[in-house]
């Protein structure tokens, strides 16, 4: 699959990294030093690699799942970790991923925020519905082992085709929200979970459109494997690990809260 990130296009990247200025000649021990000197790894020439993103990634959640615990046991006190995590959350996600370049910074104060949001919002949910946030939990970690199996055994592969239906269902899901929020907002709609609470052939519509949510970021996963798979491959620069722990992160927390609403709608 193409990709339109410059990082991903630079020449510099595919060139021969301890390449012999013209013209010196080198002696025989000049050359056994050559041969017998370990090969430069990727921490060495800078580049991208499955290992680095991992620890990249692995720190994001720590810090998520840290200030996640911070908002479960304040937020029953008051509610401002919520609204402040997601408030800044959602400001920092849209700087994120708008920047041309990767801002680890930026990237780790993401993840504070939306561990606050995580937090508090998992909290409000399981004292309504007890036993949902364990539900979600357990479904979040099997959607993300299973989708990242098929996707290293070759079952499942990022295509053109498949990412511009991807896109045209995220307009349209985006589109739903905002409106279902608006009407929330502003009381025409009074049900727990607005236009979600309406059936549609005796089926909640908030569990198919739930349903429809999860395949959407299950294939979103699948991008974000791909994006770390083609910079590894084509030796990006290392600091793009960066962009693929914040796409994973993203991906995860947006697929824990649908299945956290599917287990609440299919509860009430």
């Given at each position: ?6 990082a ?22 000049d ?9 430069a ?6 580049r991208?690699?499955y290992d ?6 692995v ?24 609204i ?7 400001v ?36 309504i ?6 539900q ?38 985006a589109?739903?929200?905002?409106v279902?929020?608006?009407l ?7 049900n727990?979970?607005?236009l979600?609470s ?25 991008l ?23 796409g ?7 697929l ?11 509860r009430?």
């Amino acid at each position: 699959m193409a990709s339109s990130n410059p990082a991903f296009s630079r020449n510099a990247a595919f060139g021969a990294p301890g390449a012999v200025a013209a013209g010196k000649v080198l002696s025989d021990n000049d050359l056994q030093g050559m041969f017998n000197a370990p090969s430069a790894g990727a921490q060495d020439t800078d580049r991208m690699t499955y290992d680095d993103t991992i620890r990249k990634t692995v720190l994001s959640f720590v810090i998520l799942l840290a200030t996640a615990a911070l908002g479960w046991v304040i937020t029953p006190v008051t509610m401002i970790p919520l609204i402040l995590g997601a408030i800044v959350g959602l400001v920092l996600g849209l700087v994120n991923a708008f920047k041309k370049e990767p801002s680890p910074p930026l990237i780790l104060a993401y993840a504070a925020a939306e561990g606050l949001f995580v937090g508090g919002i998992s909290i409000v949910f399981e004292m309504i519905y007890p036993g949902v946030v364990t539900q979600a939990v357990l479904a979040t970690l099997v959607v993300v082992g299973v989708t990242l199996a098929l996707f290293a055994n070759g079952k499942i592969r990022a295509s053109k085709k498949a990412t511009k239906v991807f896109m045209i269902a995220m307009i349209g899901y985006a589109a739903f929200s905002l409106v279902n929020f608006g009407l929330m907002a502003f009381g025409v709609n009074d049900n727990a979970f607005g236009l979600r609470s309406a059936e549609f052939m005796g089926i909640p519509l908030g569990l198919i459109i739930g349903v429809l949510a999860v395949i959407m970021a299950a294939y979103s996963l699948v991008l974000d494997f791909d994006f770390i798979q083609r910079g590894v491959n084509n030796r990006a620069p290392r600091k793009y690990g960066w962009t693929g722990a914040f796409g994973i992160m993203v991906t995860v927390v947006w697929l824990y809260v649908e299945l956290l609403r599917i287990f609440a709608i299919a509860r009430d």
